[in-house]
């Protein structure tokens, strides 16, 4: 399952609960800092007088930002839930998409993306978006996870990630770089893994799929029609023919299907 799917995001955030028990555990750095007052004072360098925040969950952070930087908030979130509650917070809050934004060029002074942008299928197209508003010399104040998150967590299961770029000199401490000859460097991390590899970025795809490296498909087709986005192995150089090994039909009109290659 992966984090920017639709079924997920919609469960996660159909009430405010789930959100609220994970803000429970958080806690300050080393330093004693919390995360959203670093976020604050980058904000208040610009001295917004129009600011937006996507993802705006319980809308505690945009009331703070109201509070403290006496300026407009206009909060922007997927989740009715989410928008209640931002609302309830005395801010003005919308139901929308950050991947299609309902403002004008120019219209703000600053933006935040607290912990959402992994919940987003296509974060350049939303990156994009954030620009488009935000008046010339804006800023964007994103919010992520640190390299360590969970860190217990993945020791406890095992798991570590294969991280494939021609570009990168280092990657997170759960994981090992592939670089150099592709397939081998594939060929031989499946002789190694005893529960197999999960792909599932588009390029590296449609790579794999070029050199006959993938033995599994599964897609999960969304009752939406987005209108944008990526394309799944555009510039196929040959058709792949596939079987159908299984199906799975989620309450929300999803539907999982599982595919293998004919050969």
Known sequence: MRLDE?????????????????????????????????ALSA????????????????????????????????????????????????????????????????????????WMLYHVADRDLAISELARVLRPGGRLVAITNGIGHLAELWELIGAVKSVVSSTLEQVDWNAVLVRGDLGKDVQQLKRESGKGLLVGRVKLSLALTELGLIDEYEFVLHPRLAGHGPTLFAGLS?????KLVSRLEFGSGAVAMRYEPRH
Do not use: I, N
Request: aromatic share 8%; with cysteine; glycine share 8%.
């Open 6 to 38: 639709d079924d997920f995001v919609h469960e996660q955030y159909r009430s405010t609960a789930k959100l609220k028990t994970r803000s429970s555990v958080w806690h300050p750095d080393a330093q004693g800092r919390w995360p959203q007052d670093v």
């Open 43 to 114: 904000l208040a360098w610009v001295k917004p007088r129009r600011l937006l925040e996507v993802g705006s969950g319980t809308g505690a952070f945009a009331a703070s930002c109201s509070r403290e930087l006496s300026c407009q908030v206009v909060a922007l979130d997927s989740s009715a839930a989410m928008v209640a509650a931002t609302g309830a917070a005395g801010v003005e809050a919308l139901l929308g998409d950050v991947q299609d934004l309902p403002f004008p060029d120019g219209t703000f002074d600053a933006a935040v993306a607290a």
């Open 238 to 242: 040959k058709h792949v023919d596939l």
